[in-house]
T-cell receptor, first 115, second 113 residues
């Protein structure tokens, strides 16, 4: 069965520091991979997605992620974090059994940013 | 911009009440989804719909039902609310031609007392 693991529940970084959020997936074929961000009191917003091709994908708000098939990972990175990046981040994978564009989400990583 | 709206941001209901959560999207999307979000568990799919009057169970459908009478509207129904249904409920919609991309509403935080 497909699954997504985000090993870090909470991460704290200083403003201006670099960031890497980890995501590992379990899937038998090449997955579709997503990162979403949820700011406090908001719904989820798509940051970036990987379907095929270049394994380094660029997203909004200065984020990027790299697909590494050998490690079953899709880690999210940002070179310099801003205070406004404090939020919860979710990794997701598709397709899932039964189709219909369903996704499986990880448990999330909550990012705190210190000034 | 895609807009997904949910009828309430906060809702407090009593045990045993029938609860309706409404979701409306304005992008003519075929697919609509209801999730619940709990700390440490991420998002779990309750039900989804791929067309008007069509519905499929997700991973945790017990205690819930749904209705999709119009393409733009997808309702989640708690037939008899229980305290273990206290949660954040998120609605999403997606265009079936754009694989797996989902747009989310702001969520409804439901408290059942």
């Amino acid at each position: 069965a497909q699954s997504v693991t985000q090993p870090d529940i909470h991460i704290t970084v200083s403003e201006g520091a670099s960031l890497e959020l980890r995501c590992n997936y379990s899937y038998g074929a090449t997955p579709y991979l997503f990162w979403y961000v949820q700011s406090p009191g908001q719904g989820l917003q798509l940051l970036l997605k990987y379907f095929s091709g270049d394994t380094l994908v660029q997203g909004i708000k200065g984020f990027e992620a790299e697909f590494k098939r050998s490690q079953s990972s899709f880690n999210l990175r940002k070179p310099s974090v801003h205070w406004s990046d404090a939020a919860e981040y979710f990794c997701a994978v598709g397709p899932t059994s039964g189709g219909y564009n369903k996704l499986i989400f990880g448990a999330g990583t909550r990012l705190a940013v210190h000034p | 911009d895609v807009k997904v709206t949910q009828s309430s941001r906060y809702l407090v209901k009593r045990t045993g009440e029938k609860v309706f959560l409404e979701c409306v999207q304005d992008m003519d999307h075929e697919n609509m989804f209801w999730y619940r979000q709990d700390p440490g568990l991420g998002l779990r799919l309750i039900y989804f719909s791929y067309d008007v009057k069509m519905k499929e169970k997700g991973d945790i459908p017990e205690g819930y039902s749904v209705s999709r009478e119009k393409k733009e509207r997808f309702s989640l129904i708690l037939e008899s609310a229980s305290t273990n249904q206290t949660s954040m409920y998120l609605c999403a919609s997606g265009n079936s031609a754009v694989a797996y991309e989902q747009y989310f509403g702001p969520g409804t935080r439901l408290t059942v007392t």
